[in-house]
């Protein structure tokens, strides 16, 4: 049974997500921190592509809950292991960095960038003992280029970027790929707020991307076909940063 952990899984990207790896044949534990519903309608999604999963509750951002409830699967998993993990889960607390709150830095860069460090950690040894393993972490053109009143969240997603290609230069030797993918401007729930008929004019394709299109390039990352393909931040944005 190949295994798969997508965090932040309940919706939008992060389930887009769930559902390519259901159709490549993988199990899919879907985090999820509070929406306990809507993980449950994408582990409904998982199974109409006649795969299985799980739901599983923690906070990226809570060390102690990540390690637990990896630990506790583990355990009751002997032969199996999580083979490919997608460090999805993010959070915006978008604002000038002149009125930004130490709350609103630190809640960002705790659960995109410890997020990735606590949950990477603690799937990594047997990913390096069986010798294969894929880590896909979502970062975005925000950490590219940077966005103003995105200060909190372009650092924490340019660190992981950077992270990415320091973990791949560790790992390579045992059959692990650490990438990156960076979307641009998605229609989420995360971008609902955001102003799509100015922000599209910005954008050579001239449309926001759908989680899907996302997703599409998560799963050729953790295919076969990718086996040499590591340390690597693919763009997917519509032309809108090359």
Not at 147 to 157: D, M, R
Not at 195 to 217: C, V
């Amino acid at each position: 049974m190949k295994v798969a952990l997508v965090t932040g899984a309940s919706r939008g990207i992060g389930r887009a997500c769930a559902v390519k790896l259901a159709e490549m044949g993988y199990y899919v534990i879907i985090n999820f921190q509070s929406n306990e519903a809507e993980a449950l309608n994408t582990l409904k999604l998982v199974r109409e592509k006649n795969s299985d999963g799980e739901i599983m509750k923690f906070d990226v951002a809570n060390p102690s809950e990540v390690e637990k409830s990896i630990t506790d699967w583990q355990e009751a998993h002997e032969n199996e292991y999580i083979e490919c993990l997608v460090n999805n889960a993010g959070v915006r607390r978008d604002n000038l960095l002149l009125w930004m709150t130490n709350e609103d830095w630190s809640k960002v860069l705790d659960t995109s960038l410890n997020g990735f460090m606590y949950t990477t950690r603690s799937v990594l040894k047997p990913m390096l003992t069986k010798k294969r393993g894929r880590i896909v972490n979502m970062v975005s053109l925000s950490g590219q280029k940077g966005l103003p009143g995105q200060t909190n969240y372009s650092a924490a997603k340019g660190a992981v970027m950077a992270a990415t290609k320091a973990l791949a230069q560790e790992v390579a030797r045992k059959g692990v790929t650490v990438n990156a993918v960076a979307p641009g401007f998605v229609r989420t729930d995360m971008t609902h707020d955001l102003d799509e008929s100015t922000l599209k004019a910005q954008i050579p394709m001239n449309r926001f991307g759908e989680p899907e299109e996302i997703a599409a390039t998560v799963g050729f990352l953790v295919s076969d076909a990718a086996s040499y393909i590591t340390g690597q931040t693919i763009s997917v944005n519509g032309g809108l940063y090359t």
